[in-house]
């Protein structure tokens, strides 16, 4: 059964940092692209950012480019996403998906993680 | 971008109707759209991939048609448990881009 958990998230001061993990299980997660979508309070769903298999090709929305790093950990199945100079409008849930093929199939997603960004 | 534009944004119907959500693509998308349900307060589930493609473990009530710029999703027998969003998505080109999303509601 193909499980991703997310964690990591949390409140913090605007300009501040935070490191989501998603840990996966259940599939071979070294062959298949990752993707971070959120969701702000009562809002649609946004993307944030993707990355093959490999880790070697990423792809990050305007809105979190130069501020949002999108990584793996192949070797632990863990999908990571280090967010630096936070804003108010950063305030979501962050859903971990798996894809069903690269670029952009999304497969099954996570149950996410709540970020609020307040002072 | 590609803009994706959902309609209605909301709409109410009883269990047993059948019902059709559309969403329609600003450029030309081919088959690479999606449909995702979310129940409130949970995460968003696939239920169609490549615009026709039922998410296995789906029910056969719903389905998926279309091509380009113009697709929807179908229900053909709405069940107490459908009542939800329904987002579409595009995956033909990044940004990856979403639908605004459709409310169905019980009447």
């Known amino acids: 059964e193909v499980q991703l958990v997310e964690s990591g998230g949390g409140l913090v001061q605007p300009g501040g940092s935070l490191r989501l993990s998603c840990a996966a299980s259940?599939?071979?997660?070294?062959?298949?692209?990752m993707t971070w979508v959120r969701q702000a309070p009562g809002k649609g769903l946004e993307w944030v950012s993707s990355?093959?298999?490999?880790?070697?090709?990423?792809s990050d929305a305007d809105s979190v480019k130069g501020r949002f790093t999108i990584s793996r950990d192949n070797s632990k199945s863990t999908l990571f996403l280090q967010m630096n100079s936070l804003r108010a409008e950063d305030s979501a849930i962050y859903y971990c998906?798996?894809?069903?093929?690269?670029?952009?199939?999304?497969?099954?997603w996570g149950h996410g993680t709540l970020v609020t960004v307040s002072s | 971008d590609i803009q994706m534009t959902q309609s209605p944004s909301s709409l109410s119907a009883s269990v047993g109707d059948r019902v059709t959500l559309t969403c329609r693509a600003s450029?030309?998308?081919?088959?690479?759209l999606a449909w995702f349900q979310q129940i409130p307060g949970k995460a968003p589930k696939s239920l169609i991939y490549?615009?026709?493609s039922l998410q296995s473990g789906v029910p056969s009530r719903f389905s998926g048609s279309g091509s380009g710029t113009d697709f929807s999703l179908t229900i053909s027998s709405l069940q107490p448990e459908d009542f939800a969003t329904y987002y579409c998505?595009?995956?033909?080109?990044?940004?990856?881009?979403f639908g605004g999303g459709t409310k169905v509601e019980i009447k």
């Open positions: 998906v798996k894809e069903r093929q690269w670029p952009g199939d999304l497969d099954f």
């Open positions: 259940g599939f071979t997660f070294s062959t298949y692209a």
């Open positions: 990355i093959i298999h490999s880790g070697g090709r990423t």
């Open positions: 450029q030309d998308i081919r088959n690479f």
């Open positions: 490549a615009a026709t």
């Open positions: 998505q595009q995956y033909y080109a990044y940004p990856l881009t």
